[in-house]
Every structure is written in C-alpha cells, then in structure tokens.
C-alpha cells in the first residue's frame, strides 16, 4: 500500500503585481463593443472567433457587451507552448467549426506580441473570403513586434513584460486571475 503524499504543492518561483486592474478591463471592453457595434451595426450576424486558450476570458465579456446577433467559434493556434518566448511557429490546433464565406468576422486576440500568430491566422482566414475581418487584441506589446501587425481596435498597450491574468497563462497557470498582471520572478 502507498501512502498519498501530504505535503501541498511548491508555489511558484515568482510574484504576480497588478498591472491592469479588472475594474479597467471591463470599462474598456465596454468602450470597444460600442466601437464594435458603430462598425458591424449593418450586420446579419457577427462571428466572432476566439483564439485559444488566452482569448477566452476576453472573448465571453465582450461578446456579453455586444447588442448585435453573434455567432461565436473558436480557433486553436499556438507558438509558445508552455515557455515565455515565442517559437515565432504558428500552428493551428484547432479550425473553425463554420464556415466564414461572405460573413462579417472578428478575431479576438488576447496579446499581440511578435505579431506572428496574429499575422498568419489573418492571412489564414482572408483566403476564406469572409465579407469583413476584423481583429481585436485585449493587449498590445509594439516593442516585440517582429511582423508588421497590429489588430484593428486595442484594449491596452502595455510596455515589455511578461503578463498573466484574464486568461492569459504562464505554463497554464494564472488564467482565473480577474486582472492582468506582471509576472516577476523571485
């Protein structure tokens, strides 16, 4: 018989400080559905597509802001793994369940950084012919852009540094935190 171990997990080798409180999220994200709304108001239907993981928690909160009929789906596409830099390999994981032909389309994007995964999952989608595509990046990080990229509406720049929160992991940890927050390592 074995005996289950008893002791708690370590914690992580790092602190987490609030960089962006949920408080602001949420008034910007209500700031970018009016924005949203002005744009696609002609629409039938908005898909909205979601980039997994990190998106996921922007993605529910705006969508809850947005007076428009909305479709939502998802798209899986990766280039960090479980490591803080970016492989600048984007793969896709995951495809669209729709089909986006001829439709108003809006990617949600959770961090711009290097710009590679957002660039090639635009490049991706356009060869779909959707009507219109749009994106939209919860965070923007300019000083790591290696592609020329940037999502159409932001809800914050914020400076080099590595974040967590709002759905936004450091080896699939932190994702419930309310806020953004910068990692710093102890």
Known sequence: MTQANDTAPASPPYVIDVMISAKSIAARIEDLAKTIQSEFKDTDKL?????????????????????????VDFLEASSYGDGMESSREVRILKDLRGQIEGRDVLVVEDIVD?????????????????????????????????????????????PDE????YGIDYAQRNRNLPFIGKVRFT
């Open 162 to 165: 590595f974040v967590v929160g």
């Open 47 to 71: 898909v909205v597509v979601g980039l997994l993981r990190g998106s996921f928690v922007f993605i529910a909160d705006l969508v809850r802001e947005l007076d428009l009929p909305v479709e």
């Open 114 to 158: 290097t710009g590679h995964t957002l660039h090639q999952v635009i490049d991706m989608l356009n060869t779909r012919k959707p009507a219109r595509l749009r994106s939209i990046a919860l965070l923007d990080k300019p000083s790591r852009r290696e592609v020329d990229m940037k999502a159409d509406w932001t809800g914050f720049e914020i």
